[in-house]
């Protein structure tokens, strides 16, 4: 069975664009959370979706939105960005909103320019 | 605030070697506690969890120790090997109703010499 795959694997960025990063979750999965991982440190939350629903978002800035689709991929967008936006976005799914364990895709390194 | 504290930051053993790494946390509402193994270039994997009504649990050659009074718990990784060589992360969660996050520790980079 296919894992969470996320794309584009690698992409770079100018100070002011935006991005939109993708993630399908492992099949039979509802649930997608989003985090962020700056280089030598452990992710930090940013979304989490289920059925369709914000049903967490963690300590980010509007410029930071996500969705999740009716097949349960999700996208996650960011505007203006900034140099400190360069990270591994990772994606992880898991059975709902509330079970563990989450499986991390292997995320979109976002460098900014 | 870091609510997941984790150390060392750097773990260097020999193969062989039992690499222990420890994490202290500070809410007693988590829950659940996993611990996730990260290669360059790669998203992080999950190893193995405990919830906090066990004290121990092995897979394979890894082993979760949990003291629920003094808050932490530990990794221990027998017979190590080179392939062990990665960064590991410890996490909590607890349910918040609607939803479940991770809280992550820093990581450790472990590297295991042949």
New interface residues.
């Given amino acids: 069975d296919a894992g969470?795959t996320q794309s584009p694997t690698h992409l770079i960025k100018t100070r002011g664009q935006h991005v939109t990063l993708r993630c399908s979750p492992i099949s039979g999965h509802k649930s997608v959370?989003w985090?962020q991982q700056v280089l030598?440190?452990?992710?930090?939350?940013i979304f989490?979706y289920?059925e369709k629903e914000e049903?967490?978002r963690?300590n980010f800035p509007d410029r930071f939105s996500a969705r999740q689709f009716p097949n349960y991929s999700s996208e996650l967008n960011v505007n203006a960005l900034l140099l400190g936006d360069s990270a591994l976005y990772?994606c992880?799914s898991?059975l709902d909103?509330?079970?563990?364990?989450?499986?991390?895709?292997?995320?979109t390194r976002l460098s900014i320019l | 605030q870091q609510q997941v504290k984790q150390s060392p930051q750097s773990l260097i053993v020999q193969k062989g070697g039992i690499p222990i790494i420890n994490c202290a946390y500070e809410n007693t509402a988590f829950d659940y506690f996993p611990w996730y193994q990260q290669f360059p270039g790669k998203g992080p994997a999950l190893l193995i969890a405990i919830r906090p009504d066990v004290s121990e649990k092995k897979e394979g050659r890894f082993t979760i120790s949990f003291n629920k009074s003094a808050k932490q718990f530990s990794l221990h990784i027998m017979d190590s090997q080179p392939g062990d060589s990665a960064t590991y992360f410890c996490a909590a969660s607890r349910n918040a109703g609607n939803n479940r996050k991770l809280i992550w520790g820093l990581g450790t980079s472990l590297a295991v010499n042949p």
């Fill in positions: 969470v959370s985090y030598g440190q452990g992710p930090q939350f989490q289920y049903r967490g963690g990772l992880a898991s909103q509330r079970n563990q364990p989450q499986h991390f895709g292997d995320g």
